[in-house]
Antibody, heavy 124, light 114 residues
Framework: DVQLLESGGALVQPGGSLRLSCAASGFTFDTTAMSWVRQAPGKGLEWVSTISGNGVNTHSIDSVKGRFTISRDNFKNTLYLQMNSLRADDTALYYC?????????????????WGQGTLVTVSS | DIVMTQSPDSLAVSLGERATINCKSSQSVLYSSNNKNYLAWYQQKPGQPPKLLIYWASTRESGVPDRFTGSGSGTDFTLTISSLQAEDVAVYYCQHYYSNFPLTFGGGTKVEIK
């Protein structure tokens, strides 16, 4: 069975940094594109970032470009999201999601497995 | 960017009755070369992560009950729950995966029991 376990969420002050992790198991991680999707409290889903299986191609929503970096360690089967210059509107539950790839350039598709999420709260 | 608009925002349906959720995309998500609609539906129950229900607009994910049906093409899509069960209380989202980023979701439709 696919398992995705996020960690690293915390309360952080505006302007601060955080690194989220997602430990994956139950599938061939290094050939699978992965994404981060967030959900602000009481709000809908927002795609944040996607990375290809080999880590070469990454894409992010405009509002996090230059602040967030998605990466992966295929030896550790772990996905990361480095979050810098955090703002109040980054407050959300961050989900790690496995991408069922329908296109490789860019790596896109739908999300066939999701983790339970890790909560990031940006507040002074 | 492709904007996904869902309607209604919420609906209350009696047990055993039909629930219909609409999703409209600001541009077509039908890829002419393979005649596939790049549209997925998710169910999110309270306190849980989203769960994939439907992909390619009408293909049910393994294990999803057949009371869930996706239909539509181009820019207009529908998720139908043919006979609402108590366990179907959730928020439902559509999402496109057509063309380039960003991937976008509809705003969600909350389904409740009347």
């Amino acid at each position: 069975d696919v398992q995705l376990l996020e960690s690293g969420g915390a309360l952080v002050q505006p302007g601060g940094s955080l690194r989220l992790s997602c430990a994956a198991s139950g599938f061939t991680f290094d050939t699978t594109a992965m994404s981060w999707v967030r959900q602000a409290p009481g709000k809908g889903l927002e795609w944040v970032s996607t990375i290809s299986g080999n880590g070469v191609n990454t894409h992010s929503i405009d509002s996090v470009k230059g602040r967030f970096t998605i990466s992966r360690d295929n030896f550790k089967n772990t996905l990361y999201l480095q979050m810098n210059s955090l703002r109040a509107d980054d407050t959300a539950l961050y989900y790690c999601a496995k991408v069922y790839l329908v296109g490789t350039i860019p790596p896109k598709g739908y999300f066939d497995s999701w983790g339970q999420g890790t909560l990031v709260t940006v507040s002074s | 960017d492709i904007v996904m608009t869902q309607s209604p925002d919420s609906l209350a349906v009696s047990l055993g009755e039909r629930a219909t959720i609409n999703c409209k995309s600001s541009q077509s998500v039908l890829y002419s070369s393979n005649n596939k609609n790049y549209l997925a539906w998710y169910q999110q129950k309270p306190g849980q992560p989203p769960k994939l229900l439907i992909y390619w607009a009408s293909t049910r994910e393994s294990g999803v009950p057949d009371r869930f049906t996706g239909s539509g093409s181009g820019t207009d899509f529908t998720l139908t729950i043919s006979s609402l069960q108590a366990e179907d209380v959730a928020v439902y989202y559509c999402q496109h995966y057509y063309s380039n980023f960003p991937l976008t979701f509809g705003g969600g439709t909350k389904v409740e029991i009347k």
